[in-house]
């Protein structure tokens, strides 16, 4: 549903030459078709953009992509341009500025949401500790940074569990996981740690 969104918001003045479902099907459309600009989900199934980024520029290097996400998280900003991307918008963008985006990538600039940018200066400039974020955070499952995010917001573990689909206990047992992987000893640790690292 989403992706025929998108088609249709821009495919009046944007060719789409081609889409993927999971990471497998991305790649192969991308080196398949060589588009001007890949359109880029950053939780992609299979891997993640990261991964579409790995493989792609394995044997593309020069392919551009734009990261189009609901999440504004840092890692995840920071994560796909290390991977390579050339931008990164949220899927809160109008058609019109995508299709900006897209035309502006496909000529060489690197395009970011205004939140964003903050996120990808404050990583060059040091104010955030890029090689901890990746190192910490590749210790946690997709589902505990899920649970970590909403614990350091203040959610109770009832709020949680209701937000997520999952029992209290099984919030519980990821809380115990995070705070284990992260060598943190209690909930207001966490919440720092998560703040320290814009995740929240």
Known sequence: MFRSGVRSEIG???QVV???EDVPSAVRAILQTRPDVVLLDVHLPGGGGVEVLKQV???NPDQRFLALSVSDAAEDVIGVIRGGARGYVTKSISGAELIDAI???AE????FSPRLAGFVLDAFSGAIDIASIDEDLDRLSQREREVLRLIAR??????VARELFISI???ETHVSSVLRKLQLSNRHQLTRWATDRKLV
């Not at 060489?108 to 395009?111: I, K, R, W």
């Not at 203040?154 to 709020?159: N, R, T």
């Open 12 to 14: 009046r003045t944007v």
């Open 169 to 171: 206990k099984t919030v």
């Open 57 to 59: 520029h394995a044997q």
């Open 154 to 159: 203040g959610y109770a573990y009832k709020e």
């Open 18 to 20: 081609g889409e993927g």
């Open 108 to 111: 060489g600039d690197a395009v």
């Open 103 to 105: 035309r502006r990538v």
